[in-house]
């Protein structure tokens, strides 16, 4: 068990609706990433977050937003949701600073489905 | 931004030889070059990893190569098994860490018994 946790594992919903994502980021790390991967093609970079602060942004619109939270842990929030939503989110989890300088432990991932 | 572009799409080989797949990045200033292996609904998975000063990397069965001057990178598996069979992602980042990484679009290797 890699010590990153993602819930829910599946999600449906509809369009126009939001919906959260969950990441528990493995222990001693202070940085979560999310992707998004798109059936069939390589994850695309949403965002980071640092300490609780955002730390860079990929191409993604301002209706994707997050939060982390003192422990660390992280939602991924995406309002008005459209068909071309639909891909599995990826939470990496890392850290930045210090001798404990990681690379990228990715969670399994929430399967999300717009119909 | 940076731009990863991964060849080829497809690649099927006999179980015992060798697979060899390839990467370029656009952004000189990339230092850290990181595979994963994706196998079906799965997490991506660290295979191997490589760091701008490092020519050559070697894990048992497992190589990566970097030409930091041509930016291109590559993935080589030997003697090939049946769980070889995997999604491969090679990806870019400038640095090792919390940076984030640009990934390839994709290698399915089909390991033929």
């Known amino acids: 068990e890699t010590g990153v946790t993602q819930s829910p594992t599946h999600l449906i919903k509809t369009r126009g609706q939001q919906v959260t994502l969950r990441c528990s980021s493995q222990s001693g790390h202070n940085t979560v990433s999310w992707y998004q991967q798109a059936l069939g093609q390589g994850p695309q970079f949403i965002f980071q977050?640092?300490?609780?602060?955002?730390?860079g942004r990929g191409n993604f619109p301002p209706r994707f937003s997050g939060l982390q939270f003192p422990n660390y842990s992280s939602e991924l929030n995406v309002n008005a949701l459209e068909l071309d939503d639909s891909a599995l989110y990826l939470c990496a989890s890392s850290t930045g600073s210090g001798l404990g300088l990681s690379g990228y432990t990715f969670g399994s991932g929430t399967r999300l489905t717009v119909v | 931004g940076e731009n990863v572009e991964q060849h080829p799409s497809t690649l099927s080989v006999q179980e015992g030889d060798s697979a060899v797949i390839k990467c370029t990045y656009s952004?000189?200033?990339?230092?850290?070059f990181p595979w994963y292996k994706q196998e079906l609904g799965k997490r991506p998975q660290l295979i191997i990893d490589?760091?701008?000063?490092?020519g050559e990397k070697k894990d048992q069965r497992i190589a990566v190569t970097l030409n930091k001057t041509a930016k291109h990178f590559s993935l080589h598996i030997t003697e090939t098994q049946p769980e070889d069979s995997a999604v491969y992602f090679c990806a870019a980042s400038k640095r090792f860490g919390n940076e984030k990484l640009t990934f390839g679009t994709g290698t399915r290797l089909t390991i033929i018994p």
């Open positions: 977050y640092y300490r609780e602060e955002e730390n």
């Open positions: 490589i760091r701008s000063n490092v």
């Open positions: 952004d000189s200033a990339s230092n850290y």
